[in-house]
Structure formats: C-alpha cells, structure tokens
C-alpha cells in the first residue's frame, strides 16, 4: 500500500511511458483488450454457491449477446438500495469520504500549470487535467504532437490501424496526414460546446479501426466534448479542421463543430472550475433567450451575484448561494433559472457513500461509447462524470484514474485471489474504491450477501471460453466475444477461463477514495 507521497513516485513512473507510447492522449482507453493467459490461481474464500464460470455454450459462436442480467448477477444487484443497506456495515453512509476542503486540495492536484505535488511537476505527467486558462508551450505542443504522429506512423505501417474496409492507409496519406506544420505562436480561444462534439485522436476526418472491425472502436475518436464543456481552440490546421483541447484530451475538431463564442477570463474560469448545478434528469431553463433544454448529466456553472467574484473548485472560495446558472448558446452566455430547482444538485458538496453510489446508479443501464460513440460513456468517462457531479477533477483515462485517489494500493500480479479480494475488501472499508486492470476501470461495490464480489461499471465485452478450450487454445479461438454494451452490475468472474482471464484475476492496482 502506498501513501500520497508513494503514488505520486508510481505515476511519475509507470503513468510517463504510456504518453510516450502515444496512449494517454485522454481517450477512454476502456476497451478491454486481451492481457493474456493467466495461471490458474487458488480459489478465493467467497461463498460456496456463487458459480465459478459462465455455462459454456452448445455452438461457439464468434460473437453474441450477453445474457440479461449478466450470469450470477441477481435482480436485487441492480437496486440501489440493496447496496446502501450492504453498506451500511462499513459505518456511517453520510459521513464525508472528502471534505470539501479535501476537494479542493484534490483538484489542485489535478492541473498541471504552476502546482507541484510532493516535488514532482505536474508538467511532467502523462496526461491528467490542464489548465485551461493557461496558454501551451509551442515547442511542448509540439513535442507532444511529434510523439503522437510517431505513434500513429507505427501502426499504419504495420497494420496494426486500417481504413473501416479492412484495407491499409496509404504510405502518402499517411505522410500527409501526419505532417506536422510550423507551430509559432498560439493564441487560444475558449468556447463552449453546445452540442456533442468529436475529438479526433488525428487531423483525418476518417477513422481508422483494428483489423477486428468492430466499427463501433474508432481509434481515431479520442474523446467527445459533452453539451457545456469547455473546447479551447489552439490553431487553424487545415481547411476544415482545429487543433484544439478539453481540460483532459488534445486532439482536432471540425472548424464547424457547434462552439459558443468566444468566452471572457471570468466566464471561462466559471465554466471551467465551477462550481456547479448538476442536471439531475433533462430539465429546462428559462432565459433572456427563451426556453434553453439540457440533457440529464450537464453541468452548468452557476450565475454569481452581481458585484461579487464567482466561486470555484479550486481557490475553495466559499459559493455563492444562488438560484440561476450559466448556460452557453450559439449566441453567447446567458443566464438561466431552472423551471423545476429540484431538477438540479450543486456539485459544492461533500463526497460520501450514499451520495456516490446513489449518482453512480443513476446510470445503470446507459449505453457504453468509446471515446463518447454515439453519445455513450467508456469506463472512464462514466467514472469522470461520477465524480464530476460532486465537484471532484477525474483524469480521462483509465490508468491515469487508477493512480489519482487519495491512496494507491498495488496488487501484485502474483496475488492468489483469496488475497486479492482480501486487499480489495480491505480497501473498500477504508473509502470509495475504482478497481482496474489494463484498458479498464471499475467501481468496487463490495460483497453481496452470498460474499461474490460485485462491481458497477461500464463495458463493452467480455469473452466465454467455449468447450474444449485450454490453456495451450491460441487467443480468440474456441472463444465468444459477448456484447455487453451498457453501465452495469457484474461479478468479477467474467471471463475466466478465456485468453484474457477473469476480472479478478487481472486487477493490478486500485484508487481509493476517502480517509
């Protein structure tokens, strides 16, 4: 178990690599790639009932559905308050995981420009949250860009990224694609999207796939800015496209894409560090503008009173107790006042674990996205979002999330899993706790009443081994890929068997927060 100190030290070595690899940009990175076989491990003392592995199927198939609910996931598992009643056991439910102050300090933590965490630059992380109301470095935008494109020649030319029919991208659009101008001087303009709008991993208006084709994984979607997020444009980069960042993904958008004007210092600070009312369901505004709609899940900022400064989530002012918020149109930013208050939760609050599982569940059922595919959330982003709503910065990526909790406990690959599921119970005592393995994260839910281990997340797939299958089956054969597409509850026991294992089997490292 490491402390903050130790985390840090592990980020700084374990987390740096991957920007080098052109991982971290900010996509999900929450497809589940396969991590290869693993021994198989002694049995965990969880209860005798729960079944050890998925029936095999009759006829292996190479792609299906999965079973509704999943396979030893009860009715109950997905009701929210079977799992405040477990958790009642683990002490007060309403008591703060996170202060705000915590929060603060937290969030602080998270940006890059000017903070320095336990000695170690922020500058110098993989990927994390910027600072948007600074400007980049053009000679470390362009560093970071000379990775990317280095990354990207790799996999085209060995095939590892196609076109979405299968065929290789030619050696001289890859060489236009990837060439990178003179970046002089920057001068960024912070807007708002007003709609869903694409981050593209490459300036190609195309995407590009693994050999698999699974069109719904384009890998040249990093991300995808929701309704209300800030988007700073960095340059012209062609006729029809933007350089441009989030606060968590670099990358390129349409020159067209629906963005507000150009924000001010103050308005873009609101919109960029809160705090927040939190849209609780689609809900309503009335504004000077007419009625303005948002989707369940936007965050909007809230209007400060006139003649005073707006609060945020990082200086730890204290808010400012108002009814109207801050929402961006094609015209400018307007104020507006919700139809129904009720519609909308302040982000200005503490972190505890009624309120956490009780806005994680909110999501139960929605659908899974890459990178925000037609408008869904990864494992990520769902998380991101989790923790947005109660102030809290997130990284976008699934392994930059797995080391920002306050304490990192490393599970070694070596583990039994009588011995993992005694650290992750451990853990689950002592806070929040997000469960991941390479390409995914999760949120640890606990025990249920039969002692299985249980999870909420949200996932793609997960493989079922067919009959006949063994250790020696090379990868992907004998093997359903099954479709699970959506938030939801499972067991850790998915997979097993498989060339990619079951979930509890592959946990290398877990974020807890709390005390």
């Known amino acids: 178990m490491t402390d903050r100190a130790e985390s840090t030290r592990r980020r700084r070595a374990s987390i740096l690599p991957l920007a080098l690899l052109g991982v971290a940009w900010g996509v999900g990175a929450c497809g589940d790639p396969a991590t290869g076989r693993g021994a198989q491990v002694e049995t965990p003392d969880a209860a005798e009932a729960h ?6 199927p009759a006829e292996c198939l190479a792609r299906a559905d999965a079973p509704t609910p999943l396979p030893n996931v009860l009715p109950e598992h997905r009701r929210l308050d079977y799992w405040l009643a477990r958790v009642e056991g683990l002490g007060d439910m309403d008591a703060p995981l996170m202060s705000r102050a915590e929060i603060v300090g937290h969030n602080r933590e998270m940006l890059p420009a000017g903070h320095v965490r336990e000695g170690v630059a ?4 993989a990927a994390g949250r910027a600072d948007l109301l600074g400007t980049p470095d053009p000679e470390g935008l362009r560093a970071q860009l000379e990775r990317r494109f280095a990354f990207l020649a790799a996999r085209f030319k060995s095939g590892k990224y196609v076109n979405a029919d299968g065929s290789q991208l030619p050696a001289e659009e ?4 990837l060439k990178l101008p003179r970046i002089a001087t920057l001068d960024p303009e912070l807007r708002v999207a007003l709609t869903e709008v694409s981050v593209r991993c490459s300036p190609r208006a195309d995407g590009y796939y693994t050999p698999s084709l699974d069109l719904a994984f384009d890998r040249n979607l990093c991300t995808t800015a929701r309704a209300q997020e800030v988007v700073q444009i960095l340059a012209r980069w062609s006729e029809g496209q933007l350089l441009a960042r989030t606060s968590y993904a670099l990358g390129w958008v349409d020159a067209d894409a629906p963005l507000s004007p150009r924000l001010d210092p103050e308005t873009a600070r609101a919109f960029l560090y809160g705090p927040y009312e939190r849209a609780g369901r689609d809900a309503s505004l009335q504004t000077q503008a007419g009625l303005q709609e948002v989707a369940r899940a936007t965050r909007l900022p809230r209007a400060p009173d006139e003649g005073r400064p707006p609060p945020d989530n990082i200086s730890g002012r204290a808010p400012v107790p108002v009814s109207d918020v801050l929402i961006a149109t094609g015209e400018g930013v307007v ?5 129904e208050p009720s519609d909308f939760v302040s982000t200005t609050r503490p972190l505890t674990r009624r309120a956490l599982l009780t806005e994680a569940f909110s999501y139960l059922g929605d659908p899974y996205g890459w990178g925000g595919y037609k408008g869904g959330r990864d494992c990520s982003r769902f998380l991101l979002d989790v923790f947005a709503s109660f102030g809290i910065l997130l990284p976008r990526n699934s392994a930059e999330q797995a080391v920002a909790g306050a304490v990192t406990i490393e599970v070694p690959a070596e583990a039994s899993e009588a011995e993992r599921l005694r650290i992750l119970d451990a853990a689950n005592r002592r806070g929040v706790v997000l469960a991941h393995f390479p390409g995914h994260i999760m949120l640890y839910l606990g025990r249920d009443h039969r002692g299985v281990p249980m999870a909420l997340h949200s996932f793609a797939e997960y493989l079922v081994p067919c ?6 089956t090379p990868d992907g054969e004998l093997e359903t890929l099954t479709i699970v597409g959506e938030v939801t509850v499972s067991d850790l026991e998915l997979g097993r068997g498989s060339s990619r294992t079951a979930f509890i089997e592959r946990i290398d490292r877990l974020a807890v927060f709390g005390r």
């Open 122 to 125: 922020l500058a110098e992380r």
């Open 467 to 472: 009959e006949g299958r063994t250790a020696e």
């Open 51 to 56: 079944t050890r592995a998925e029936p095999k």
């Open 335 to 339: 104020r507006g006042t919700p139809l």
């Open 174 to 177: 890859v060489e236009q694609t």
